[in-house]
């Protein structure tokens, strides 16, 4: 005899939750909300066209995430970049790209792959003449899950999800600095050139040499105000 199930079926659409903490979350992450900003309840359902219920809940994710934390008795405060923090997570993340770039150039690369890998670089630097930077972010992330889709280690994307919110925002507020940003493409371009070639120890080193200087850059603009 099967058992019943005791739950619901689900919902064929995003629920109001998964919406607001969607539209939350890309603002805070493309920083539309930069860090500092302070976040009321009744704003945001009034400006989101809902309830407080779903906006409470919202926040509560992200303030697990650490995206917001308190800020006084009736609302959030979207979490300041601190340079600790940075460092830090600029540590992690160098560990699990330079992984990644090695697992990939460890493995054959496949025409299509090249082709790929190409176009996505292709995409960058034409994201970058754009000057739009919601385009410049998409293509910067874009190309990072492609080498870890390369990887061959479905792991290492789900151990890098627990931060990859952190570094689309560290990257946004890269990207709207005045410093010349085509290095970071040319940079990707050398990581994909190895991976190409089979070189992983030129690969791994290349991706640890990438996220230090995105951490540098990004330091050196919070340090300068």
Do not use: K
């Amino acid at each position: 005899m099967t058992a019943r199930i005791p739950i619901s079926p689900v919902a064929g659409t995003p629920s109001l939750l998964d919406q607001v903490y969607n539209h939350l979350l890309e603002a805070i992450c493309d920083c539309r909300l930069e860090p500092g900003t302070v976040l009321r309840q009744e704003e945001l359902a009034r400006n989101l066209g809902v309830s407080r219920q779903p906006v409470q809940q919202a926040l509560q994710l992200l303030r697990r995430q650490r995206l917001v934390h308190e800020h006084g008795r009736s609302g959030v405060q979207v979490a300041p970049v601190e340079a600790g923090f940075v460092r830090q997570l600029y540590e992690v993340r160098g560990a699990l790209d330079a992984c990644a770039a090695r697992l990939a150039a460890g493995r054959p690369c496949s025409a299509g792959d090249v082709a790929t890998g190409r176009r996505l670089i292709d995409q960058g630097r034409a994201a970058l003449r754009s000057g739009v930077l919601t385009d410049r972010l998409a293509a910067d992330v874009r190309f990072h899950s492609f080498i870890y889709e390369l990887s061959g280690n479905p792991l290492l994307d789900e151990a890098a999800a627990s931060y990859w919110h952190h570094i689309r925002r560290l990257i946004a507020l890269t990207l709207r600095t005045e410093h010349p940003m085509h290095a970071v493409w040319d940079d990707h371009a050398a990581i994909l050139q190895a991976i190409v070639d089979g070189e992983p120890g030129r690969a791994e080193q290349l991706a640890i040499e990438h996220a230090r200087n995105n951490a540098r850059l990004l330091l050196a603009r919070l340090e300068g105000g």
